[in-house]
């Protein structure tokens, strides 16, 4: 038996098993190993999957590429390095930008003439520009006035007005922290 009928049996025993495992449901006693076992499965998987993409990376593109044979031919994605029956793969880029801030203030200011300021309250306003508050780092700059640090504990917002609290904090459920422990003899 080749390497790809291995390969391509097993994943189809794998989807079985994966069905089967998503239609059963732990007793209250198993779901903490399970939930913890299925992490564990699922990072070792998406591992697998992330070495195997990048190899696609390296790849040469597929030639005489035909993209109506995708099940959506208007999809937005260059020609793939790699093609099978049913997927094909194509390597994906993102660009990174870098934004010079004070050049970018000093070439609005110099068209409209507004202040430094003006100038952040307005690309906010547009959009385009983002203040975001980074609490640990806030705290140790406010420590390092000497500014007493105000937190209440509902939402807060720039139209909360002066007199109340600098940060908000509501709790909300984020999900379950998976911990291992030693399995006992």
């Known amino acids: 038996m080749s390497d790809e009928v291995t390969l391509n049996s097993r994943l189809a025993a794998l989807s079985d098993l994966v069905a089967a495992v998503c239609r059963m449901v732990p007793t209250d006693d198993e779901l903490a190993d399970t939930v913890g076992e299925l992490n564990r499965l699922e990072r070792q998987l998406a591992a697998t999957r992330r070495r195997w993409e990048k190899a696609a990376f390296e790849m040469p593109p597929v030639r005489d590429h035909d993209k109506t044979q995708r099940v959506d031919p208007a999809v937005r994605a260059s020609t793939p390095t790699a093609q099978g029956q049913r997927y094909e793969l194509v390597p994906q880029y993102k660009t990174v930008r870098s934004f010079n801030t004070p050049s970018i203030l000093v070439g ?29 780092d806030l705290k140790k700059f406010l420590a390092s006035l000497n500014v007493p640090l105000a937190v209440g504990f509902e939402e807060v917002d720039d139209d ?26």
Do not use: C, H, N
């Open 108 to 136: 609005v200011q110099r068209v409209t003439e507004w202040d430094t300021w003006r100038v952040l309250l307005e690309a906010s306003r547009a959009g385009a520009v983002r203040f975001t508050w980074r609490y640990t």
């Open 160 to 185: 909360s007005g002066v007199d109340a609290p600098m940060v908000g904090e509501v709790r909300r459920e984020s999900g379950v922290k998976k911990v291992p422990i030693e399995v006992s003899r």
